[in-house]
């Protein structure tokens, strides 16, 4: 099986930023939301990743 480049990270910044969330009364505000940013810098290069690989038979043009 394989997984596209890019989801781990967006389903697992998306995971951690719910649960940050949900325990932002069991911990420091400050921590609890450098988790949820943490975890949302997760979700938007996890996102970038899937767009520049899509595997849908368009071509990506990148500049190296």
Known sequence: MQVREGLIPTAL???????AYAAKK???ETVAWGVIGFGL??????SIDL?????????NYSVH
């Open 13 to 19: 910044g998306t995971a951690v930023s719910t649960g």
């Open 26 to 28: 069991f911990m420091p």
């Open 41 to 46: 810098a997760h979700v938007v290069l996890g």
């Open 51 to 59: 767009v520049q690989h899509r595997e849908n038979g368009e071509k």
